[in-house]
């Protein structure tokens, strides 16, 4: 069952404690416009926290977008 505890911002799913940061915060790390990342929540393009009128975004969900858009690297050739 999922947990929020305010003072440290935590959120716990499935026994993973990961850190809730903000729209502005979550568009900084992707180098999106905060717009965008509103956009995407509202499509739920990841899962989000709402308290009242805030929305939270886990950090591991930021890095679960960069990981699934990530293109490896070819290996060499030689």
């Avoid at 929020?4 to 416009?33: C, D």
């Avoid at 905060?34 to 899962?47: E, G, L, M, N, S």
Wanted: glycine fraction near 6%; hydrophobic fraction near 45%; aromatic fraction near 6%.
């Amino acid at each position: 069952m999922a947990s929020v505890t305010s003072g440290t911002e935590r959120y716990t799913r499935a026994g993973r404690p990961s850190e809730l940061i903000s729209i502005a915060e979550a568009a900084q790390r992707l180098g999106l416009r905060p717009v965008t990342v509103r956009q995407w929540a509202a499509a739920r393009k990841f899962a989000r926290v709402r308290l009242g009128r805030r929305v939270l975004i886990p950090v591991s969900e930021i890095e679960r977008l960069i990981e699934r858009g990530l293109i490896p690297a070819l290996p060499e050739r030689w």
